[in-house]
């Protein structure tokens, strides 16, 4: 098929100026060249992964997730677009059309055929898609995790595929008149372009999707993946099967943490200011592989003196650095904390580390995880201010596994 540059009139949103400095492609396309990851540049994440609740450029959260519960409320007369993904639950065929060498003039286009499962996970609040393709290109598998965030009203599509086990940029947008419409600014070939992604065409048994790239800013668009979705009439259960390997690796370091743990978390209310009162919470937190045990999904619900708090932690493992990166959510903001928390283990302890401002200046963060046994478990989060020579602990969480329970997905 042959696709072309075509001229548009409908200007860039707003939120294309505020995106992130992107750290590398999040396109569907099968390639890896592109993309462009910094493995010490790493986030503070949730249970297990270390944050609870804290995030970069706020204090602390929690608090602040009190706040914008109320600005939910206020939003409540506002259209709700969180189900305007549900068309796309179930399992789909996929023709796929891939342009070889966007944004060259090429005209020389591959195809794939796959399949597509999508599901709903923690408790409707996102939904889970997972990709497995082949065609003359080789094997393709993809794995995108859709959040919805109620304060904007918006959707952020974060996509991985298989070969390197890490997020790109998320992309984000909303759904008007049938069709959704989401983008992002990446690098490509050492330029910083324009994505464009579209849902359309939308029937209860068929869709087609697209992605496009702009290096003009948006006056142009060039289409270089189309996929054609029909529905498969059969329900698909999750795949629970781990892949089998001979080789030493880390994708099985996790596997302690499956199943329903009962949580106990202190928290140091206020980091790096010589406080030494804490605080408590209670929670429950429930571990599942995803994407045939290549990554994990993490779903935490735990009460405290700062009220209510729900989390979604997605993990995915690299099986080429050997290391997992971890990223987190939480249900009033419905966005993926970036950079992730990026470690492994070593003689059973896990660390993960990053960079990020905290109060506006830049500290280091370090997430451990030790005292493993079958049924417990505990986690700490250390803040550092001197570039890692002293750390202050903040977070400290004890687990006890749940005896008996169901670990299904939902």
Same mark, same amino acid.
């Given at each position: 098929m042959t696709e072309t540059k075509t001229p548009?009139?409908?200007?860039?949103?707003?939120?294309?100026?505020?995106?992130?400095?992107?750290k590398g492609p999040r396109s569907r396309r099968p390639i890896d060249k592109q993309r462009i990851m910094n493995p010490r540049r790493l986030a503070a994440i949730s249970l297990l992964v270390?944050?609870?609740g804290w995030c970069p450029d706020l204090s602390f959260p929690l608090a602040a997730q009190t706040a914008s519960g109320t600005r939910s409320q206020q939003a409540g007369t506002e259209r709700d677009g969180?189900?305007?993904?549900?068309?796309?639950?179930?399992?789909?065929?996929?023709?796929?059309?891939?342009?070889?060498?966007?944004?060259?003039?090429?005209?020389?286009?591959?195809?794939m055929e796959g399949t597509v499962v999508v599901r709903k996970?923690?408790?409707?609040?996102?939904?889970?898609?997972?990709?497995?393709?082949? &065609? @003359?290109?080789?094997?393709? %598998?993809?794995?995108?995790?859709?959040?919805?965030?109620?304060?904007?009203?918006?959707w952020s599509l974060n996509f991985s595929n298989s070969n390197d086990g890490s997020l790109g940029q998320p992309s984000v947008g909303e759904f008007k008149n049938g069709r959704g419409e989401f983008f992002d600014q990446e690098?490509?070939?050492?330029?910083?372009?324009?994505?464009?992604?579209?849902?359309?065409?939308?029937?209860?048994?068929?869709?087609?999707?697209?992605?496009?790239f702009s290096d003009d800013g948006g006056k142009t668009w060039e289409p270089n993946f189309v996929a054609m979705l029909t529905r498969e009439k059969q329900v698909a259960t999750e795949t629970g099967a781990q892949p089998a390997s001979a080789e030493r690796d880390g994708r099985h370091d996790f596997d302690f943490n499956l199943g329903t743990w009962k949580e106990?978390?202190?928290?140091?209310?206020?980091?790096?200011? &010589? @406080?030494?009162?804490?605080? %408590?919470m209670d929670g429950t937190s429930v571990f599942r592989k995803i994407w045939n045990g290549r990554a994990q999904?993490?779903?935490?619900?735990?009460?405290?003196?700062?009220?209510?708090?729900?989390?979604?932690?997605l993990r995915l493992y690299n099986p080429r650095a050997h290391q997992w990166s971890l990223t987190f959510a939480t249900s009033n903001v419905g966005i993926l904390g970036t950079p992730p928390t990026i470690g492994e283990f070593k003689n059973g302890r896990g660390e993960f580390y990053d960079q990020e401002l905290f109060n506006g200046r830049a500290i280091w963060v370090r997430f451990t995880i030790f005292e493993i046994t079958p049924d417990s478990a505990q986690s700490e989060q250390a803040f550092s201010n001197d570039g890692g020579k002293t750390w202050e602990t903040n977070w400290i969480n004890k687990y006890t596994r749940v005896k008996d329970e169901s670990h299904g997905a939902h």
């Open positions: 548009t009139t409908d200007s860039v949103p707003a939120f294309i100026c505020q995106t992130k400095t992107p270390g944050v609870l969180s189900h305007d993904f549900d068309f796309n639950l179930g399992t789909w065929k996929t023709h796929i059309s891939r342009l070889q060498q966007p944004l060259t003039g090429s005209t020389t286009w591959t195809t996970v923690w408790d409707g609040r996102a939904q889970l898609e997972e990709i497995e393709a082949d &065609g @003359s290109a080789g094997h393709f %598998e993809g794995l995108t995790l859709f959040l919805y965030n109620p304060q904007s009203r918006q690098p490509f070939n050492g330029r910083a372009i324009l994505v464009r992604i579209v849902w359309s065409d939308i029937t209860p048994d068929s869709h087609r999707f697209e992605q496009a106990h978390t202190s928290r140091l209310q206020h980091p790096l200011t &010589g @406080s030494t009162t804490w605080i %408590e999904l993490v779903e935490l619900e735990s009460d405290g003196p700062n009220g209510h708090l729900d989390l979604l932690s």
